[in-house]
């Protein structure tokens, strides 16, 4: 999963990040959710666009819209917490959004991790539209280390394969450091993001070689190629493909959610979000032995800056959000239009 610098020209407007996110859950209860739901949606939402992950941001909201008007997914579900193990929670999300079961199991998740040291939590039976990053950066906020994996709907031919099989599978990473934001990196083992090809096409770009192919399995530049009957490749060739295996028994075998290949939603058009499951372990880095986790991972930047490094992942995201903190997030007035339109119903 890529984040794109923002992008800003004359036909667009600043609003603020509550105003957005007062905006944003508007839409969703208006199309759906229950106000919970709404809320842990739009703030992530709204959190991806003030940080100039323009993919995973307002240009979700009507792919979230049209799924619920489909019936495919349940806006008002209450996750069931399920406490299993001294280091593993389950929970269900009985076929609502991941983010809301998260966010229910999150208090029984860092009460377990910083008991036993390492916790883990399983979702099953969720939905996942979003950027990844916003679900492990906040345990780092909290001096723990997190990992988390999802998978996604079929789109990626595994390496060596000549059909799709996996999903975007994006895995998500965050660790504390001393003297500064936490370390944070989000990667879709695909070349690109699903999300990227879809904002290529709509804005008549491009697409960088070795993303894709088309309906005939010919390399293609062309997203539109790539999205109507063809596919994404996974990046770095058997490797990604690897770890796209590796996310499909994390997120789906795992946890009991469903493998990208194994959901049908051909009886809810319009349904866009998939129904997958999700993987997270949270590691309390202050029960190993050793040095302070975060000096430590301070001295890796250090030596990383030292070398020549002139942006650390996670950097332009950040400078994103301090420069939309002074200025207010900067959308398409059109866009910004259709918000609230979409607000009013």
Known sequence: MSVQSPVVDSS????GFT??????QQVFVKHGTSPQVAAILANNCASAERDGAHSHGVFRIPGYVSTLGSAWVNGSAVPVVEDVASGFVRVDACNGFA?????????LLVEKARSAGIAVLAIRNSHHFAALWPDVEP???EGLLAISVVNSMTCVVPHGADRPVFGTNPIAFAAPRADGPPIVFDLATSAIAHGDVQLAARKGERVPPGTGVDSLGQPTQDPKAILEGGA????????????SMMVELLAAALTGGNFSFEFDWSNHPGAKTPWTGQLLIVIDPSKAAGQNFAERSQELVRQMHAAGLKRLPGDRRHRARAKAEVEGIAIDAQELSRLRVLAQG
């Open 12 to 15: 667009s407007t600043y609003i």
């Open 19 to 24: 105003e957005l996110v007062a905006l944003l």
């Open 99 to 107: 983010q809301p079961a998260l966010a229910a199991a999150r208090p």
């Open 139 to 141: 345990f780092a906020e």
């Open 232 to 243: 994404l490749l996974p990046f770095g060739g058997h490797k990604g493909s690897a770890l």
